[in-house]
T-cell receptor, first 114, second 111 residues
Framework: DAGVTQSPTHLIKTRGQQVTLRCSPI?????VSWYQQVLGQGPQFIFQ???????GRGNFPDRFSARQFPNYSSELNVNALLLGDSALYLC?????????????FGQGTRLTVV | QKEVEQDPGPLSVPEGAIVSLNCTYS??????FMWYRQYSRKGPELLMY????GNKEDGRFTAQVDKSSKYISLFIRDSQPSDSATYLC???????????FGKGTKLTVNP
C-alpha cells in the first residue's frame, strides 16, 4: 500500500512568490495535517483538515492557507514567501480527527526561498 | 518554557549499546506520547506511542512515560548502525489534532 505521498519533493522559489504543496493521504485516511520543520528543529503544526473542514490551526500568519478535497488529498499554499519560510514541509495523515496518536508522515517537500 | 524539551545531542554510541533518549514536557494534560525516527532528508516515521503512564515494548524499543515527573523515555537495546537517525518525541492532548514535538536527538551508532 502506498504511504503518504507529497509533491514536489524539492522546490526553489524567490522571495515574494507563491507556492502550492500537495499531499495524498494513505488510502482510507480522512484527516490530513501540515507541519513545518526548520533545520535542527522539530516539526511545527500548521493546519489539520478532516472531511474538508479545518479542524485546527497553528501559530502561522495568514499567508499560509490550505484546503482538502473530496478525495481527502490536500494542498498547502504559502503566499508572499519570505526567506524564513525555507523548511521541510510535512504532511501527515491519520484515520480520523481523533487518531492523531497514529499519524503517518510523508517524505516532505523541501522548500528553499532565495 | 517550551512545551516539550528534548536534548538535541548529538549522541554517539558503539554498536550493541543500550541507548536512552529522553524528553520532558510542561502540560500535565498531555495524554498521548509518541516517538518518531527521522532519517536524514526523510519524513518522520512513527515508532510507537503510549497513552498515559506506563511502558510499552516493541522488539528492541521500549517507550516509558512517567506522568508524575512529566518525563518520557525511549530505550533502544542492542543498538545497530541502522538506528542512526534523529529521534523525535511528540505529545498531544486527548482529542486534539496538534502534535507538539521536541527538537529531536541525533543518534549515531558506530560499527
Amino acid at each position: 500500500d502506498a504511504g503518504v505521498t507529497q509533491s514536489p519533493t524539492h522546490l526553489i522559489k524567490t522571495r515574494g512568490q507563491q507556492v502550492t504543496l500537495r499531499c495524498s493521504p494513505i488510502s482510507g485516511h480522512k484527516s490530513v495535517s501540515w507541519y513545518q520543520q526548520v533545520l535542527g528543529q522539530g516539526p511545527q503544526f500548521i493546519f489539520q483538515y478532516y472531511e474538508k473542514e479545518e479542524r485546527g490551526r497553528g501559530n502561522f500568519p495568514d499567508r499560509f492557507s490550505a484546503r482538502q478535497f473530496p478525495n481527502y488529498s490536500s494542498e498547502l499554499n504559502v503566499n508572499a514567501l519570505l526567506l524564513g519560510d525555507s523548511a521541510l514541509y510535512l504532511c501527515a495523515s491519520s484515520l480520523d480527527s481523533r487518531g492523531v496518536a497514529e499519524a503517518f508522515f510523508g517524505q516532505g517537500t523541501r522548500l528553499t526561498v532565495v | 518554557q517550551k512545551e516539550v524539551e528534548q536534548d538535541p545531542g548529538p549522541l554517539s554510541v558503539p554498536e550493541g549499546a543500550i541507548v536512552s533518549l529522553n524528553c520532558t514536557y510542561s502540560n500535565s494534560a498531555f495524554q498521548y506520547f509518541m516517538w518518531y525516527r527521522q532519517y536524514s532528508r526523510k519524513g518522520p516515521e512513527l515508532l510507537m506511542y503510549t497513552y498515559s503512564s506506563g511502558n510499552k515494548e516493541d522488539g528492541r524499543f521500549t517507550a516509558q512515560v512517567d506522568k508524575s515527573s512529566k518525563y518520557i523515555s525511549l530505550f533502544i537495546r542492542d543498538s545497530q548502525p541502522s538506528d542512526s537517525a534523529t529521534y523525535l518525541c511528540a505529545t498531544n492532548l486527548s482529542g486534539s489534532e496538534k502534535l507538539v514535538f521536541g527538537k529531536g536527538t541525533k543518534l549515531t551508532v558506530n560499527p
